[in-house]
């Protein structure tokens, strides 16, 4: 089980990689600038930079084009297209031109520590605290730079982001994850619950309630929040495997059937969903069946040595 959790844990970092900032300010241009995705809508998503940056200075009504707003909100559309670098040139421009822009710090903060200077991305992020102490992204931003080294100190970060605003989902689904690396699992579940409640947008809130009920083996609550995660993001195959798992635990193996078989039709075949199969069939008394799959554990890997056992091996 360890190593597809180490496994599921990186695709939910990657995937998870790049938040969209929240911006709060009165200055006339980011009241006026636009919808990013009505913004590509209009364009054909179109893929070239130079074109989206013009368009985007086309939203400054006559404000010069040089403003350090004008290159924070480049940098911003640059970071949701992919291009990183091109994001971290504007936003230093942007501190360039002012000293105190939080946001700029924050963000660029953010994408140097994932991508080139982790130290310097951290002092950014700091350093926007230390401008604007009530800026919850930055302890958000920490949070999550935090969670693969210092958990303790990320669920902390976490903390003080939903303490100055309660209504971010996204902050407490990372401290539910959080607290499930440090087995926390009750409490984990509190928060991963609030997250679904606060937005029930984001399939990875539900998959991480599946997997918090799953390590506390209580099957029967795992299957309803890891069908939703499936069902709303298909890319999230493991689903299917904890589904899987968890109707052969509560007694339901023709159901799990379904779910491990789609599971290995979109994974390929592993020890994991051969040997539940196995047993499965074993259950349901097809034991041929059951035979074929614990045969197909590869030896070596997880569960070889339970299912060489039906085998006779």
């Not at 931003?141 to 100190?153: A, D």
């Not at 309630?209 to 709303?232: H, R, S, T």
């Not at 070889?304 to 085998?311: H, S, T």
Request: glycine fraction near 4%.
């Amino acid at each position: 089980m360890k190593n597809i959790l180490i496994f599921i844990t990186i695709l939910f970092s990657l995937s998870n990689c790049i938040h969209k900032p929240i911006t709060k300010t009165n200055n006339t241009l980011e009241n006026t600038v636009y919808n990013y995705n009505e913004l590509f809508d209009s364009t054909n998503k179109i893929d070239d930079i130079t074109r989206a940056e013009r368009l985007v200075l086309e939203k400054c009504n006559n404000l010069d084009s040089s403003t350090a707003i004008c290159y924070y909100h480049r940098a911003i559309l640059a970071k949701e297209k992919g291009y990183i670098k091109t994001a971290i040139h504007h936003l230093t421009t942007a501190i360039d031109l002012d000293s105190m822009y939080v946001q700029a710090y924050a963000e660029r903060g953010y994408l140097l520590a994932l991508r080139t200077d982790y130290s310097f991305g951290i002092w950014n992020l700091k350093h926007a605290i230390k401008l604007d102490e009530k800026y919850y992204l930055a302890y958000y931003y920490l949070g999550r730079l935090y969670l693969k080294t210092n958990t303790p100190t990320s669920i902390d970060y976490f903390t003080k982001a939903i303490k100055l605003n309660r209504k971010f989902a996204e902050a407490y689904m990372y401290r539910g994850f959080a607290k499930t690396e440090l087995n926390q699992y009750n409490s984990a579940v509190k928060d991963l619950k609030r997250a679904t409640r606060k937005d029930s947008s984001n399939a990875f809130s539900y998959f991480w309630l599946g997997m918090a009920y799953f390590e506390v083996e209580n099957y029967k609550k795992v299957i309803k929040p890891m069908d939703k995660a499936y069902k709303m993001k298909s890319d999230i195959p493991f689903a299917l495997y904890f589904i899987g798992v968890s109707y052969y635990h509560t007694e339901n193996p023709s159901k799990a059937i379904e779910s491990l078989t789609e599971y290995e039709r979109l994974i390929t075949s592993d020890n994991y969903s051969n040997y539940y199969l196995g047993l499965c069939y074993y259950k349901l008394n097809e034991f041929d069946k059951a035979i074929m799959y614990f045969k197909k554990c590869k030896k070596g890997g997880v569960f070889y040595k339970e299912a060489m056992e039906y085998v006779g091996e």
